[in-house]
């Protein structure tokens, strides 16, 4: 499968812990974005990366997260002293670089604390 | 900043109904619009995309939409539904130029088609 992988795909942990997840884009996309999705609503854009470099970060992004691009290839979406409004299905997608590119999104990690 | 609305939470259908499903988007500028589709257990996939010329757009599996400026709308249609529909559908939007192609999404429509 050529898709957007992501790791794990379910993550428990309990409250005050540090969670780090993982994604591998489609290889030839340069961007890349992570996106936040709760219960009946819509994913919500949290931060992209143009290559190894973090372009844009939501007002969502408080500062206990942190994400890294540092090869231009994979992802890491790392949430430190996890809170339980944390919880979350956390989406992953790439795109080649380009305003009318579409996103490919993986299936997601889906984060519950306890 | 853009929004998205979508009115219809759920909708339930039974098979060979025709479908719509409204989509608005709140935002001054040029925009990229797009519907996706989320079958249960499987990850987002794009069902169409609109970014400039014929206003009425055709996706996968018989799928369109029609952009309508005036109106900020980009709804979701269907002429005959089936079963394998059943599925949550995103409206998604994103400004150009300079906007990063970062989606706004809609909260979401879950179609149940019943047999």
């Known amino acids: 499968d050529t898709g957007v992988s992501q790791n794990p795909r379910h993550k428990i942990t309990k409250r005050g812990q540090n969670v780090t997840f993982r994604c591998d884009p489609i290889?030839?996309?340069?961007?890349l974005y992570w996106y936040r999705q709760t219960l009946g609503q819509g994913p919500e854009f949290l931060t992209y990366?143009?290559?190894?470099?973090?372009?844009?970060k939501s007002r969502l992004l408080s500062d206990r997260f942190s994400a890294e691009r540092p090869k231009g290839s994979f992802s890491t979406l790392e949430i430190q002293r996890t809170e339980q409004g944390d919880s979350a299905m956390y989406l992953c997608?790439?795109?080649?670089?380009?305003?009318?590119?579409?996103?490919?999104f993986g299936d997601g990690t889906r984060l519950s604390i306890l | 900043a853009q929004s998205v609305s979508q009115h219809n939470h759920h909708v339930i259908l039974s098979e060979a109904a025709s479908l719509e499903l409204g989509c608005n988007y709140s935002?001054?500028?040029?925009?990229?619009l797009f519907w996706y589709v989320q079958y249960p257990g499987q990850h987002l996939q794009l069902l169409l995309k609109?970014?400039?010329?014929?206003?009425l757009v055709k996706g996968i599996k018989g799928f369109e939409a029609e952009f309508i400026k005036s109106k900020f709308s980009f709804n979701l249609r269907k002429p005959s539904v089936q079963w394998s529909d059943t599925a949550e559908y995103f409206c998604?939007?994103?400004?150009?130029?300079?906007?990063?192609?970062?989606?706004?999404f809609g909260t979401g429509t879950q179609l149940k088609v019943e047999l």
């Open positions: 997608a790439s795109s080649l670089q380009g305003e009318n590119q579409p996103q490919h």
């Open positions: 290889s030839e996309h340069n961007r």
């Open positions: 990366f143009q290559n190894e470099a973090q372009l844009e």
């Open positions: 935002y001054g500028g040029t925009v990229n």
């Open positions: 609109y970014f400039s010329g014929d206003p």
């Open positions: 998604a939007v994103n400004a150009r130029p300079g906007g990063g192609n970062k989606l706004t």
